[in-house]
């Protein structure tokens, strides 16, 4: 329920966002009498696909934070936690990088991720199931390799090429639909319900083949 509401608010913040940019750009609709305007929906799909990308990198820490139910260290409660947090500040030391902040949350399997929109403020959190099956070596071997994402910039890098996909896959997606409503469905003034439907079809399919752009870019 609490992803889903995380859900519903990045993305009226995305659209609010992005329909005042609109208004100061002066793109109106994107579809009018004369048909379809390459031009401003181009600037349409530019504008909503990198806002959504930099929209969610902004809340990325909030998010995780959230969703995950990440408990940061504020001060250690273990020694665990006190050798976690000094690993995670020497490595970051060495990385020319701000110290992040430092998390454990419940899952059962290990797993870890590093987020946030500055190199300087962000967010390395590990499960509770790393900690118990993991010995230090071994997480301090994953911690490094988040670090590592931080330091490189990681973050913003895939925020930029999942926005340019972003606004490719609105663009395409339309552009097919826009077609096929005209061609198939023969709409003659505006569109038609089958643009919509059409769009819908077409954003998630390109929407999957753009995801596997991503995780080649994800891969270490």
Same mark, same amino acid.
């Given at each position: 329920?609490?992803?889903?509401?995380?859900?519903?608010?990045?993305?009226?913040a995305?659209?609010?966002?992005?329909?005042?940019?609109?208004?100061?750009?002066?793109?109106?609709s994107? %579809?009018?009498?004369?048909?379809?305007? %390459?031009?401003?929906?181009?600037?349409?799909?530019?504008?909503?696909?990198?806002?959504?990308?930099? %929209?969610?990198?902004?809340?990325?820490?909030?998010?995780?934070?959230?969703?995950?139910?990440?408990?940061?260290?504020?001060?250690?409660?273990?020694?665990?936690? =006190?050798?976690?947090?000094?690993?995670?500040?020497?490595?970051?030391?060495?990385?020319?990088?701000?110290?992040?902040?430092?998390?454990?949350?419940?899952?059962?399997?290990?797993?870890?991720? =590093?987020?946030?929109?500055?190199?300087?403020?962000?967010?390395?959190?590990?499960?509770?199931?790393?900690?118990?099956?993991?010995?230090?070596?071994?997480?301090?071997?994953?911690?490094?390799?988040?670090?590592?994402?931080?330091a490189?910039?990681?973050?913003?890098t895939?925020?930029?090429?999942?926005?340019?996909?972003?606004?490719?896959?609105?663009?395409?997606?339309?552009?097919?639909?826009?077609a096929?409503?005209?061609?198939?469905?023969?709409?003659?003034?505006?569109?038609?319900?089958?643009?919509?439907?059409?769009?819908?079809?077409?954003?998630?399919?390109?929407? %999957?083949?753009?995801?596997?752009?991503?995780?080649?870019?994800?891969?270490?």
């Amino acid at each position: 329920m609490l992803r889903i509401a995380l859900f519903l608010l990045t993305n009226i913040a995305i659209i609010l966002v992005a329909s005042i940019v609109m208004s100061l750009l002066g793109v109106g609709s994107y %579809i009018n009498e004369s048909g379809l305007s %390459i031009f401003s929906l181009m600037i349409f799909c530019l504008v909503y696909g990198m806002l959504a990308s930099f %929209i969610s990198l902004l809340l990325s820490k909030t998010i995780a934070k959230w969703s995950t139910r990440t408990r940061i260290i504020r001060t250690p409660e273990n020694e665990e936690e =006190a050798w976690l947090v000094q690993v995670v500040g020497e490595m970051a030391s060495k990385a020319g990088i701000g110290m992040p902040e430092v998390g454990i949350f419940p899952m059962e399997q290990a797993n870890a991720f =590093a987020t946030g929109w500055n190199k300087d403020k962000a967010l390395v959190a590990v499960s509770t199931g790393m900690l118990d099956r993991f010995d230090r070596e071994e997480i301090k071997a994953v911690m490094g390799h988040e670090i590592g994402h931080v330091a490189n910039g990681d973050m913003v890098t895939l925020t930029l090429t999942q926005g340019v996909l972003n606004a490719f896959v609105m663009f395409f997606a339309r552009i097919i639909a826009y077609a096929v409503d005209k061609i198939v469905f023969r709409t003659e003034r505006g569109v038609g319900i089958g643009y919509y439907i059409v769009t819908f079809v077409a954003q998630l399919v390109l929407g %999957i083949l753009a995801s596997m752009i991503v995780m080649v870019f994800q891969t270490p």
